[in-house]
């Protein structure tokens, strides 16, 4: 008997499934997606690979490149976080980058320097 009314309450009311592929949603702010490496100002210390817990991202000073591995990333903002505080560098900032799917492991990972 409680069911009919609730089911008539409901079937007026606005649908709250979005048309996720069709429109975009809207990323509240401090949204983490893809971190991005500004090689401009990056002195290239490893302070983000030594504090990235699992491992996603390689520096190789020599070569003076960074390397970000998505399918790695807990996309936890700790590398952002100690670029800002320890070298006070803000070579890395988290993107609105969150579409990362892909067939190939080869496409998750990027590769930036000077």
């Known amino acids: ?19 996720y592929p069709k429109v975009k949603p809207v990323l509240p702010q401090g949204f983490r997606g893809r971190p991005v490496h500004d090689p401009d100002k990056c002195i290239y210390c490893g302070l983000c ?23 790695k990333c807990l ?14 560098r803000d070579a890395i900032h988290m993107s609105q980058e969150f ?7 080869k496409r998750l990972v990027k590769i930036s320097g000077k």
Do not use: N
Request: charged share 30%; glycine share 4%; net charge positive.
């Open 49 to 71: 690979e030594k504090y990235c817990p699992s491992g996603a991202i390689s520096v190789d000073r020599a070569k003076k490149t960074w390397t970000h591995d998505a399918g």
């Open 99 to 105: 579409e990362l799917a892909s067939r190939s492991r």
């Open 75 to 88: 996309f936890c903002a700790q590398c952002e976080e100690t670029c800002h505080e320890m070298p006070k």
């Open 1 to 19: 008997m409680i069911m009919l009314p609730r089911s008539l309450v409901t079937l007026f009311r606005r649908v709250a499934t979005e048309k």
